[in-house]
């Protein structure tokens, strides 16, 4: 397995079976060319097996932390340790980046995002409500 960053959209549109849509170019441009913004693919003989995206979140009184924003690891190529492994590799470049902490969301009965993170060393750090605001028309 061979993990690396994704800098062009033509990376993101060849890991499209990793989202859940297709990947738009000008969407692509925008997320690759915006600061603190990373997506990670991980490559199983060449093929897009696994991504990760992280996006980088400041606040004046905290500073830096990662926020893991999506782990998407294809179906023919779970339970070989590829989520944990894009997991701890967006946790390193969390930490060469100065951030103070990586976090994630994830529901509470998807057992094997659960699983991921646990082995990736994550904590649980308690139970919080999340909402939402549709703004598309």
Known sequence: ???????TPAELSAAESLFDGPARE???ERFLTAPGHLMLIAY?????????????????DKGTEMCLYELSV?????????GRALTLAL????????????????????????ATY?????????????????LAP
Do not use: Q
Not at 74 to 82: A, L, T
């Open 1 to 7: 397995m061979d993990i690396r960053r994704a800098l």
């Open 26 to 28: 000008e969407w692509s």
């Open 44 to 60: 199983v003989d060449g093929v897009p097996a696994g991504m990760v995206s992280g996006i980088e979140m400041h606040h004046p």
């Open 74 to 82: 294809d179906e023919g190529y779970r339970c070989r340790g590829i």
């Open 91 to 114: 946790a390193d470049e969390a930490k060469e980046r100065g951030c103070y902490g990586m976090w994630v969301g994830v529901d509470t009965d998807n057992e094997a995002a659960l």
């Open 118 to 134: 646990d082995a990736a060393g994550a904590r649980d750090e308690g139970v919080f409500s999340m909402r939402g605001w549709p």
